[in-house]
């Protein structure tokens, strides 16, 4: 098949990025695939973080042309004309936050107008985690332009239903980031380079308040009572660091946490990630979580709180471990016990044996068969399939 994808790859950072750049790249192995990204992506006043820009020496790029820009309309119309130029079988976009919408909504309009082709979103994320009083209508109105619709959970799927009563929906794994895992070194090893002993919980990833990274601090004065651990935080803050700072000192617990504000470059992630022993997550709002399929990447188990559809990844008492949100003291118990029962090497086997729920092939399989539906003129319905 023919197919155009829309979306960020490098230098842009981040999931997203990552997610679209291995999406072309398992595409690609079977397709013809024209990639198109943008020539910039968010303002200054609207990006909270110090750059948008990967930084890495080694990244992770396929080829792809820089057309789009998300304030310049005349971009967007010049992309609908290359898009019929292409003459696609299907013109795949990502859908994650509504300051795309515009574009995406126009581009799409207009493919639909004058093309008789497939339009998909892939939503990582149906609507934003911090949602504003405009997100429902712009995502509606984007959204509205699709086919066919691929979600990662169960919470996206039902937000996308709500928006959408009878869109064409499914629903697979978020597939892993296998590809970061060849920076993977000795734990030992690791852990030295980090000046790390012992037991090494990582939280890692951008630094903002539904991560729920205050209630990992408010565990460790517990989990310290009883085993000998690091905290590794490893991620850019996105909002003030100064009350995690605050809750550091007050639990006393300085000497038992590290802290990395900075993006991490993709030849580092590996260092981070084999140092760890376990990987918590303790958000307190999620649809998805790219970090969890970065852990499984190494082969790390997964403590996580049951939000969004993190729950439907990770396999409490199999993978990791599942516990309520916003509960310190579940959180802790989970740490303790999984040092104390040495669930290491049994969780890293679990996640081994179950790595073929998340393989790409599942994704691209997936889509094609929503594109050939759409030729054949076929609707199998609007079911999740997990």
Same mark, same amino acid.
């Given at each position: ?11 842009y950072?981040?999931g997203?990025?990552?997610y679209?750049t291995?999406?072309?790249q398992?595409?690609r192995t079977?397709?013809e ?8 992506q968010y303002p200054d006043?609207l990006?909270p973080?110090?750059s948008?820009?990967? !930084? =890495?020496?080694q990244p992770?790029?396929?080829?792809c042309e820089?057309?789009l820009?998300?304030?310049n !309309?005349?971009?967007? @119309? ?9 003459k696609p079988d299907?013109? @795949?976009?990502?859908w994650w936050v !509504?300051y795309w919408?515009p574009?995406?909504? +126009?581009?799409a ?5 004058f093309?008789? @082709?497939?339009?998909l979103?892939i939503?990582?994320n149906v609507m934003?985690?911090?949602?504003m009083?405009l997100?429902s209508l712009?995502?509606r109105?984007t &959204? ?13 799927f039902v937000?996308?239903?709500?928006l ?9 794994m978020?597939?892993t #980031?296998e ?5 993977q ?5 690791a852990?030295?380079?980090l000046k790390?002993t012992?037991?090494v919980v990582?939280f890692?990833?951008f630094v903002r308040e #539904? %991560?729920g990274?205050? $209630? &990992?601090?408010?565990?460790?004065p ?5 085993? /000998? ?8 803050f996105?909002e003030n660091?100064?009350q995690?700072?605050s &809750?550091i000192d007050e639990? /006393?617990?300085?000497?038992?946490? +590290?802290?990395?504000?900075? $993006?991490?470059?993709?030849e580092e992630i590996?260092?981070y990630f =084999?140092a760890?022993?376990v ?5 307190v709002?999620?649809?998805?979580s790219?970090?969890?399929?970065l852990?499984?990447?190494f082969? %790390? ?7 969004g559809?993190l729950?439907?990844?990770v %396999?409490?008492?199999e ?5 309520p949100?916003r509960d310190s ?6 740490i303790i016990? #999984?040092?104390q029962? =040495?669930l290491t090497?049994?969780f890293q086997?679990?996640i081994?044996?179950?790595k073929?729920?998340f393989d ?7 889509i094609e068969?929503? @594109? /050939?539906d759409r030729?054949?003129?076929l ?6 399939? =997990?």
């Amino acid at each position: 098949m023919r197919l155009v994808v829309i979306g960020p790859t490098f230098p842009y950072r981040g999931g997203i990025s990552h997610y679209t750049t291995l999406l072309v790249q398992h595409l690609r192995t079977s397709h013809e695939v024209q990639f198109y990204s943008f020539t910039r992506q968010y303002p200054d006043w609207l990006f909270p973080g110090r750059s948008d820009r990967d !930084p =890495s020496q080694q990244p992770l790029h396929v080829p792809c042309e820089y057309l789009l820009d998300p304030l310049n !309309p005349a971009t967007w @119309i010049r992309t609908a004309r290359r898009i019929a130029q292409d003459k696609p079988d299907a013109l @795949i976009l990502q859908w994650w936050v !509504p300051y795309w919408a515009p574009a995406f909504a +126009t581009i799409a309009f207009l493919v639909r107008k004058f093309l008789s @082709i497939k339009v998909l979103f892939i939503c990582h994320n149906v609507m934003p985690h911090e949602t504003m009083g405009l997100s429902s209508l712009l995502a509606r109105l984007t &959204l509205r332009q699709g086919h066919s619709f691929i979600v990662h959970s169960e919470k996206d799927f039902v937000d996308l239903r709500r928006l959408l009563p009878d869109a064409q929906i499914r629903k697979t794994m978020h597939p892993t #980031y296998e590809a970061f895992a060849l920076g993977q070194s000795y734990p030992e090893d690791a852990k030295q380079a980090l000046k790390l002993t012992g037991n090494v919980v990582l939280f890692f990833g951008f630094v903002r308040e #539904y %991560k729920g990274l205050e $209630y &990992l601090l408010h565990a460790m004065p517990k989990v310290l009572e009883v085993v /000998q651990a690091q905290l590794l935080v490893v991620g850019e803050f996105w909002e003030n660091k100064v009350q995690y700072l605050s &809750l550091i000192d007050e639990f /006393q617990i300085a000497d038992h946490v +590290t802290i990395v504000d900075r $993006y991490i470059p993709n030849e580092e992630i590996g260092g981070y990630f =084999s140092a760890a022993d376990v990987v918590v997550l303790p958000y307190v709002d999620a649809t998805q979580s790219g970090v969890i399929q970065l852990a499984f990447g190494f082969t %790390k188990p997964v403590i996580t709180t049951n939000v969004g559809g993190l729950a439907e990844v990770v %396999k409490d008492g199999e993978t990791g471990f599942v516990v309520p949100p916003r509960d310190s003291d579940a959180l802790a118990d989970s740490i303790i016990r #999984y040092f104390q029962e =040495s669930l290491t090497l049994p969780f890293q086997n679990n996640i081994e044996q179950s790595k073929a729920r998340f393989d790409w092939e599942k994704l691209i399989e997936l889509i094609e068969v929503l @594109i /050939q539906d759409r030729v054949q003129n076929l609707d199998p319905g609007p079911v999740t399939n =997990s």
